[in-house]
C-alpha cells in the first residue's frame, strides 16, 4: 500500500481504537465468540473474515501487521512468533522435497542452522552465491530466493536489483524473499522498490527496539504468497501474541528516531577504528544502519578488548536501545563449521557491535579505551 507519507510520519500514526483510544488495545483472548450459530459457520466457510481464534487471527495482530505491510510498500503482513519462525514458515510454504533453495553464502546462525537441519532433512537442497554476485548460478529449479542484505555479520552489501534483474532474466523465475533486518525500512525499502516478492524482519530487532520481545513478520504484495505463508502460521501455530503485536507497535514510533542514533553512532566508532590500524585488522561498515564489526585477529584479543568495556553488553541480537557486542565465531555464529567461517573469513577474532543510542562521545570514549588497552 502506497503513501505519499514519509516514512517518519507513517511510523508515528496509528488509527484511533475503540473509545478513542490512540494506541492500539490489546485484545487477550484466545477465543472470540459469536452471536448466532450462523455467523459462526459463514467464517469457517470463508463468506466471512471474523475473529474466531487467536491462533488464526487477533485484532492487536492486525493492526501491526498492517502497518508493517504499509512500512514496507506491501498490500499484507504476516507477524510470528519469531524471526525463525517466520523463516521457516516462508520456507515450507514455497518449497517441496526435491525442490532447490538458493540463499546467500553468509546468514544468521539460527538460519544457517535451520538450512542445514531441518531443510536439508525435508530433501530440500540448498546451494549459496557469493554477495558480489560473481558465482550467481542459473536459477533452474530454484523456487526460493534467500538474501540478506546487510549480511550477518560480515555486512557485505548485496545489490538487490542486480538480483532482481538475474532472476527475471531466467525463464526459471523463483520467489526473492529478502531479510531486511539490518538495513530496516528506514534504510531499503526492497518491496517497494520492485527488488522482492517478500520481506521478511526479526521483529526483535529494531522494530521493537528495546530488548523485551521476540517475533517476525513477512510482507508481501502478492496474494497467492500470502493465503499459503498464512495457512502454514495458522496450522503450525507461530502466530505472534497481541502483546508483542503492541510492544512492536510501540518500537515502531521511533523507529526513525533510533536508527539516525544507530547510524550516527556506528559512523563514529567506524571513524575511531580507523585510527587504530595495529590493532584493528580489518573493518566492515556498508555507510549505513547501526552495525558495524572489525576483526581483532584472535579471539582472546576479542576477549580481552570486550573485557575492558563498560557500556555495551556482551549479548547476542542487536538493534537495541543499548549497543550489544558478540563475537560472532563462539555466539551467534557458532553453527558454522571451522571451514565454513574460514571460506567466509570470519576469524575467531571477529567482532560485531550493534550501536545503541547512547551519547556518542560516550560510546566512543569507552571504546578507545578498550582498543588503547589491547594496543599495549
Known sequence: MKSNLHIDTILTTEKLGPYGAKSTPIYLSSAFGFKRVEDAADVFKGVSSDYVYGRIGNPTTDVFENKMAEIEGGEKGLAFASGMAAIHATIMSICRPGDRLLCVEEVYGGTHDLLKTLVKDMDIHVSTF???????????????????????????????????????????????????????????????????????????????????????????????????????????????????????????????????????????????????PNVVKKINYPGFGGMISIDLGTREKAAEFVSHLKIPVIAVSLGEVRTLINVPACMTHSTYSEEELKALNLSPGFVRVSTGIERPVDLVNDFEQALKKIEK
Not at 524473499?177 to 520492485?194: G, K, S
Not at 517478500?198 to 526483535?204: A, D, F, G, Q, V
Not at 536508527?259 to 577504528?273: G, I, K, P, T, Y
Request: aromatic share 8%; hydrophobic share 35%; proline share 6%.
Open 130 to 276: 557469493n554477495p558480489d554476485l560473481s558465482n550467481f548460478p542459473d536459477t533452474r529449479k530454484i523456487k526460493l530466493l534467500f538474501v540478506e542484505s546487510p549480511t550477518n555479520p560480515s555486512l557485505h552489501v548485496v545489490n538487490l536489483k542486480k538480483v532482481w534483474d538475474l532472476v527475471n532474466a531466467s525463464k526459471y523465475r523463483p520467489v526473492v524473499c529478502v531479510d531486511n533486518t539490518f538495513a530496516t525500512p528506514i534504510v531499503q525499502r526492497p518491496l517497494e522498490e520492485n527488488c522482492a516478492d517478500l520481506i521478511l524482519h526479526s521483529c526483535t530487532k529494531y522494530v521493537c527496539g528495546h530488548g523485551d520481545s521476540i517475533g517476525g513478520v513477512v510482507v508481501t504484495k502478492n496474494p497467492e504468497l500470502y493465503e499459503k505463508i498464512k495457512h502454514t502460521r495458522t496450522v503450525s501455530g507461530g502466530i505472534m501474541s497481541p502483546f508483542v503485536a503492541f510492544l512492536c507497535m510501540r518500537g515502531l514510533k521511533t523507529m526513525g528516531l533510533r536508527v539516525q542514533r544507530h547510524q550516527e553512532n556506528a559512523a563514529h566508532l567506524d571513524l575511531l577504528f580507523q585510527k587504530y
